[in-house]
């Protein structure tokens, strides 16, 4: 196989792979009712939740979303987490944003009370900016299994790629891969 990376934004991936742009989505498209209408996935690399992240200057305790009923909050454009945000019914206003730079910055800012993303990329994201926390105590609603993403069809590859991960799994190389960036209590 060739393998060329194209870089795009969770909201891009369904689109890229409906136009042929991309095979295959390695991350940024996340299995759901809706999302299994339009492509297809392979079997669970990790299963894990939506982080929220807040000022650090917050002491907070935030359990759930209810804590912050009234607020306004925001998420990434054409997320689940953006869709879960409005579903609630619970906020003020839920902001989309077109990626992790620019609602990190309405965190920061205060344009927006939390932002809610994938717990797998919120530590990177907060690592980078030095005035923003995950919250600890908040209690994830979802529970996402991340998954590659494939147009519709392409059952060939899919199939492919889910014997590769029983492989890597079963002969511990996924969960190395995954020790190296602390994900591999994620694995189920």
Known sequence: MRIEFHPLLGGDMLPALNA?????????????????????????????????????????????????????????????????????GLFKEVKVYAGDPTVLAAVSSGDIKAYFGSAVVAPANVARTPD?????????????????GFRKGQ??????????????????????ILAKYDLDSLIK
């Open 20 to 88: 042929n742009i991309v095979d295959m989505s390695v991350t940024g498209l996340n299995a759901s009712p809706d999302t299994a209408t339009q492509a297809d996935f392979s079997n669970a690399v990790l299963t894990f939740g939506e982080a929220m992240v807040v000022k650090n200057t917050d002491s907070t305790q935030f359990k759930s979303l209810d804590d912050l009923k009234g607020e306004i909050v925001g998420a990434n454009a054409g997320t689940i987490y953006a869709d879960m945000l409005r579903k609630s």
């Open 155 to 176: 059952q060939d590859l899919v199939t492919k790629v889910n014997a590769s991960l029983a492989k890597f799994k079963a002969d511990g190389t996924l969960k190395s």
């Open 132 to 148: 923003l926390q995950i919250v600890k105590t908040y209690i994830p609603r979802l529970q996402i299994g991340a998954a590659f």
